[in-house]
DNA sequence: GCCAACGTTGGC
DNA sequence: GCCAACGTTGGC
C-alpha cells in the first residue's frame, strides 16, 4: 500500500467537481516524474488531493480505482493516466502554511519539489496529515 | 503580477 | 552532449 498527492488547480477541476462526477480520470499530465509516479500506483493507493493555486490545501482523500493505461487525450503512447474515486472531504483541510509549518512534514514531496503534480507521500507523513485533518 | 524553480527545446 | 533560451508551474 503507497500514499501519493495529486494537484489540481480548483477553478479548472475541483474536489466537488470530482464528487460530482464520482470519478475521475487524471489525465493531462506531462512530466515524466509525475507519470512515473502514476505508473506506480496500485489499485487501493491512497491519494491526497490538493489544490493548488486557490487554497492550496488538502481537502479529502480519494482512492486509485484502476492502475494506470493510455492517456485517451493523447496519442502520444508515452503519457498515462490513472482512475480516481473520491473516498472522503476532510473535516478540516489541511493548509500548505501549516503542512510548512510542521517540522515532521518538513521531507514532503509536495514542499521540496512545488511544481511536481503527482508527489509521493510516506507512510509517516499520510498519518500526519490525515491526523491533521480530522 | 512577480519571480524562483525547473523542465524542455534546439543550436552548436 | 552541452548549455542558453524559453515556457510553465505555483507560491507569495
Do not use: C
Not at 41 to 65: P, T
Amino acid at each position: 500500500m503507497n500514499y501519493w498527492l495529486v494537484k489540481s488547480e480548483p477553478f479548472k477541476y475541483s474536489w466537488d467537481d470530482f464528487v460530482k462526477e464520482g470519478k475521475s480520470v487524471w489525465d493531462g499530465v506531462r512530466n515524466y516524474q509525475a507519470r512515473n509516479n502514476m505508473m506506480a500506483m496500485k489499485k487501493g493507493d491512497w491519494v491526497f488531493f490538493y489544490h493548488s493555486n486557490e487554497g492550496m490545501e488538502v481537502v479529502g482523500l480519494a482512492e486509485v480505482q484502476k492502475e494506470h493505461f493510455p492517456d485517451p487525450t493523447t496519442e502520444d503512447p508515452r503519457w498515462v493516466v490513472v482512475e480516481l474515486i473520491p473516498v472522503k472531504k476532510f473535516a478540516k483541510t489541511v493548509t500548505l502554511k501549516t503542512m510548512k509549518a510542521d517540522d515532521r512534514l518538513s521531507g514532503l514531496a509536495l514542499i521540496k519539489q512545488s511544481r511536481l503534480s503527482v508527489t509521493p507521500v510516506a507512510k509517516a507523513e499520510f498519518d500526519i496529515i490525515l491526523s491533521l485533518a480530522e
